[in-house]
């Protein structure tokens, strides 16, 4: 097939029939999917008198479908519903009537107190076991909790009016916003071209620049699989090292392992950079810890041993675990490339740049001024909406976003409940009067809490489920045991940020960066627990200086 010249610019695009169409017409005859050039496309084959008789039927009609039904039709498999998994519904289950019905229940605890409590430690069970998808779950608790009586409807639907809820959900709508602009995209693409000569340079690049996204990019999930990974895959291919293959050592299992560890660290730097910061706040407010102006407080109090982690993670992990290719010069260049491809910035872009800047001034600044956190991301989100950045179906796509809702809703209603009922107040005496027998000192009772909520992390498959489970409980337990107010509630919030990486289902990102196929398991745990312990190390030490410094104790 030699010169093959057919003009086909000069003729409209031919339609194609939707997929579902084609089923219900009982298609047959097709070799393959035929993928037809775009009007503006000139392929030209001047001599397609040469080509086959069923190539030419193809050039001529694009799809042909039977007149007639096909006499045996295969009928279209129907999706398989599995239902709740046995075996975790019935632990599950179990655990609440345990405690509901076999467990003493103390003198000081009402009996509505004592039914929520079962119903709570059951629901926050089948989160751990995963019976059901944890939305589903979470409503089950909550349905459990109105038909037993045990909470009136208003009560334990209250939280789902909470405004840090619906604040974490305008987040995820604003990390959509980042991917679909590809904003987020290009800002890592600058920083490769500018660091990324060397492997470590790479690393450092790529560290640095989620940290410049993340306080307007308020998911680390997001930030790995809609801006990260797609860059580190492209250049870790670009140098030939291949997912679950053993040249996967030569530079992208160190890019994803780096990025994946210094992410907890981008994520505990700024109060919007996750949607579990968000929570921390609002559950210590319930139990009457309040943070004044919490983006700014919450900055200066992560800013330096967050700082520091971040510099440190990727040379750590460059000399534990280093990459095969040490140096990268065609990543510059790379980049470059691809900054060409990209073309100037986009309109898009630039609305996506003014909102963000908008929405972070008035979180800094907004209690000042009388905005709330609430009410500045929904005025960026309807800026967004109204010059068409995003549109609505794009946040009814967003299932995380609702899918938090739900069961944030339900845990921070149940908490907020058992707060107001007196279960946390009366376990936190519990723990106080059994660290005084120890005759522990604050700082030392501070650190062994600290130890012990980050440690029961590897029971947990979310960070924002641990933090829905235990954060209230855990800040009792300090309040309790005489740790100043305010630094308990920030080093739990702190803490919460720096296990996310410890196994490859501690968060939303781990599940992203281990699903790439460049890290194995047994490295994921080991040098998860190596990095948590020297980052918990630069925390406690560099943090306690500084939070000296600032007056927090």
Known sequence: MENLNLAIAHRPPLPVPSAGYLRRRHLHHLPAPLSLPSPSLHLSFPHHHRLSPALRRHLRLPLRVSQTPDANPEPEPEPESTGAKLVPLVISIAVGLAVRFLAPRPVEVSPQAWQLLSIFLSTIAGLVLGPLPVGAWAFLGLTAAV???????????????????????????????????????????????????????????LTISEACIAPAMPSTTA???????????????????????????KLGAYLVMTQFQASGNSSALFLTAAAQNLLCLKLAEELGVIIANPWVSWFKAASLPALVSLLATPY??????????????????????????????????????????????????????????????????????????????????????????????????????LTNLGIVSWMSSCVAKLLQSFSLSWPVAFCVLEAS?????????????????????????????????????????????????????SSGQAAVYFGAGYIELPDVFT????????????????????????GLY
Request: aromatic share 14%; glycine share 8%; net charge positive.
């Open 223 to 249: 930030r790995a699989g809609g801006v990260f990974l797609p860059i580190i895959k492209s250049l870790s291919l670009s140098a030939e090292s291949k997912p679950n293959h053993p040249s996967s050592r």
């Open 453 to 505: 909520y980050f440690l029961i992390h590897y029971l947990f498959a979310s960070q924002t489920g641990h933090v829905g489970a235990l954060y209230s409980a855990f800040l009792a337990m300090h309040i309790a045991a005489g740790v100043p107010r305010a630094l308990s509630a920030l080093a739990l919030a702190f803490n919460t940020n720096l296990f996310g990486a410890i196994t490859h289902y």
């Open 316 to 417: 750590l992990l460059y000399k534990i675990f280093p990459p095969e290719t040490k140096d990268t010069p065609d990543a510059p260049a790379l980049a470059e490339e691809k900054l060409k491809r990209m073309g100037p910035v986009t309109k898009s872009e630039w609305v996506m740049i003014g909102t963000m800047i908008l929405a972070v001034s008035l979180w800094v600044f907004g209690d000042a001024i009388g905005v709330s956190s609430v009410v500045a991301a929904m005025l960026g989100l309807s800026i967004l909406l109204l010059l068409g950045v995003l549109d609505w179906d794009d946040c009814l796509n967003e299932k995380s976003a609702w899918d938090t809702l739900a069961w944030f809703a339900v845990l921070v209603g149940m908490a907020a409940q």
């Open 527 to 550: 040098l998860g627990f190596i990095t948590a312990l020297i980052n918990t190390l630069i925390w406690g030490v560099v943090g306690t200086i500084w939070w000296k410094f600032l």
């Open 147 to 205: 038909a037993t009586r045990t909470l009136p409807f208003v009560a334990a639907f209250s939280a789902f009016t909470n405004e840090v809820i619906w604040l974490i959900v305008i987040s995820f709508f604003f990390a959509r916003g980042f991917v679909k602009t590809g904003l987020g995209d290009r800002i890592a693409t600058y920083f490769v071209k500018w660091l990324g000569s060397s492997t470590l340079g790479l690393s450092y690049g």
